[in-house]
Structure formats: structure tokens, C-alpha cells
């Protein structure tokens, strides 16, 4: 059975830093892409960094226009963990963040590529 754990979140002020990490099992992790997403209360799910698996090269990375250089996805092979480094939070940045597997190695961009969940990671900016 598939399994991703998030951990990481907290309560930070504007302008702080959080790390999200999301644990897996070798099988799970190794071959695919991941991504993160988060949900905020009472909107709709929504991508925040995806990485690829590269079989040749460097992974991929994208990230939505709202993270963009605030936010770096990374994978570390050596524990099987996917992180999320989050800098310069704000406010609006306040969310249940999940990871999640694509179903390929490929870098994914809609929600329908994607297989597994975690049960997500609670992130509250102050202002």
C-alpha cells in the first residue's frame, strides 16, 4: 500500500520560513513525479510545485505563479522524502498542504495525474 506522510507545518508570522517534508516508501517515491498541492478553506485544491524524475537528467520543477521564488521542491533519493522549502510566507499562503504522486515520472500538471495522496500538513501564516 501506497503511503505518503507530510510533516512540517505549523503556525509562522508573515515573512517566516517553513520546511514541509513528505515521507515515502523506496517504491513509491524512486520512479515517479511528485508534487505539492494545498487547500485553503472554502476554495479549491490547488498545485503549489511539482518535480519530475529524470532518467538522464536533472528532475523538472514548476511551480504556480503565486509561489514562484518563494518556494523550492526538492527530492532527497537518500530518505525518500520530497520537501518543500517556504520562504516569505504570507498570509495567503495559509493551507492544508498535501504531497502527492503522479502517475508517471513525468512532470505532472493536472490534478487527474495524479494517484496518490498524503492526509496533508496544516500551514497558518499570521499577519
Known amino acids: 500500500q501506497v503511503q505518503l506522510v507530510e510533516s512540517g507545518g505549523g503556525l509562522v508570522q508573515a515573512g517566516g520560513s517553513l520546511r514541509l517534508s513528505c515521507a515515502a516508501d523506496?517504491?513509491?517515491?524512486?520512479?515517479?513525479?511528485m508534487a505539492w498541492l494545498r487547500q485553503a478553506p472554502g476554495k479549491e485544491r490547488e498545485f503549489v510545485a511539482a518535480?519530475?524524475?529524470?532518467?538522464?537528467?536533472?528532475?523538472?520543477?514548476v511551480y504556480a505563479d503565486s509561489v514562484k521564488g518563494r518556494f523550492t521542491i526538492s527530492r532527497d533519493d537518500a530518505k525518500n522524502t520530497l520537501n518543500l522549502q517556504m520562504n516569505s510566507l504570507k498570509p495567503e499562503d495559509t493551507a492544508l498542504y498535501y504531497c502527492?504522486?503522479?502517475?508517471?515520472?513525468?512532470?505532472?500538471?493536472?490534478?487527474?495525474?495524479?494517484?496518490?495522496w498524503g492526509q496533508g500538513t496544516q500551514v497558518t501564516v499570521s499577519s
Open positions: 502527492a504522486r503522479g502517475r508517471t515520472r513525468f512532470i505532472v500538471s493536472t490534478i487527474e495525474d495524479l494517484d496518490y
Open positions: 523506496k517504491r513509491t517515491f524512486s520512479s515517479y513525479a
Open positions: 518535480i519530475s524524475r529524470s532518467s538522464r537528467s536533472a528532475d523538472s520543477t
